[in-house]
């Protein structure tokens, strides 16, 4: 029994893939190495896209209406965005999400329970109105 709880132990504190060694800490950067621009769920093709299945990805972070607080490194390819968002009225509420990139035009977001949403990257021009009419030229510089 004492060998089983040893081995669990060590099992428990082995790093889960993909993150940082030891002795490399969280970093803090200032964005997230993505394409800026529309992306939308992975299984949705571009020209279908609605808003219930995509999100703006405007340099530092995600949607229109939020303001980005800090963005962390926790592992070679995965972020923890932490934002401040006010939707139209509504009071303000605090976002942390946990971002894995997948390419410079793919992520998904990890729930905590393990659970994820993907999502590529769409040419504007790809896309149904109005997502294909925006100006989004203020917001992704």
Known sequence: MRAFLFAAACLAAAPAPGALSVGQAVERVESIPLRRGYYVAADTDCADASNGTTTLFKGDGFYATCT??????????TYRLSETCSDRGEPERDSIQTIR???????????DDGSTWSARFCRQQDMPEPFSKNDLSDLLG
């Open 101 to 111: 990139v997948t390419s410079d035009m793919g992520f998904a977001v990890v729930a």
């Open 68 to 77: 980005t607080r800090s963005i962390e490194r926790t592992a070679p390819d």
